[in-house]
């Protein structure tokens, strides 16, 4: 069975400042996609990366992919209190079915 | 961009009750997936279907069934409900059974 490690499981940190999200697995995934989710509403993807060693910019956020495509983070510069929210991690088995990790509560205060 | 549709978003039922929950994927997608997501926990993984037929099962109880039809839109009917099936139910839609899922907004079961 594959498992994916999220961490940290929550992140509390000041308005400005950066933080790194970690997904770690060790099976590897034919992709692996970040969503982020707000309470009572459905996961929203961000990215999607399939390469091994892929990165992916969505303004402030920085996603990549290892190089064995096993692992992946996500990287927030100057955090804002709209970044708020429930991150996701979801790596894709050979079977297309997504295996999610336990999620990070991220909460930014202003 | 057309997203995800479900209906109903709110739903209040009885234990040993029934209720049917629908999901309108986005338009073109061929894949629907079923998700519950309890309190604080992640998405669960119930069922699959591509294009129109079965493609994959995970903890759907046996109590649930689900289809997807001709127009591919895809319900879920769960039966002799349970406390415990309060949580919010995903739908997600994606083309061809790639990776890249798209959620519907979900329904909030509550069975009281």
């Known amino acids: 069975t594959q498992l994916l490690e999220q961490s940290p499981q929550f992140l509390s940190i000041q308005e400005g400042e950066n933080l790194t999200v970690y997904c770690n697995s060790s099976s590897v995934f034919s992709s692996l996609q970040w969503y982020r989710q707000e309470p009572g509403e459905g996961p929203v993807l961000l990215v999607t990366?399939?390469?091994g060693g892929e990165v992916k910019k969505l303004k402030r956020l920085t996603f990549q992919f290892g190089d064995a495509r096993k692992d992946s983070s996500l990287h927030i510069t100057a955090a804002q209190p709209g970044d708020t929210g429930l991150y996701l991690c979801a790596g894709a088995d050979s079977n297309y079915q997504l295996i999610w990790g336990a999620g990070t509560k991220l909460i930014i205060k202003p | 961009a057309a997203g995800v549709i479900q209906s109903p978003r709110h739903l209040i039922k009885e234990k040993r009750e029934t209720a049917t929950l629908k999901c309108y994927p986005i338009?073109?997608?061929?894949?629907v997936y079923w998700y519950q997501q309890g309190p604080g926990q992640d998405p669960q993984f119930l069922i699959s279907f591509y294009e129109k037929m079965q493609s994959d099962k995970g903890s759907i109880p046996d109590r649930f069934s689900a289809q997807q039809f001709s127009d591919y839109h895809s319900e879920l009917n769960m039966s002799s409900l349970e406390l415990g099936d309060s949580a919010l139910y995903f739908c997600?839609?994606?083309?061809?059974?790639?990776?890249?899922?798209?959620f519907g907004p979900g329904t909030r079961l509550t069975v009281t």
């Open positions: 997600a839609s994606s083309l061809g059974g790639l990776n890249e899922q798209y």
């Open positions: 990366v399939v390469t």
């Open positions: 338009p073109r997608h061929d894949t």
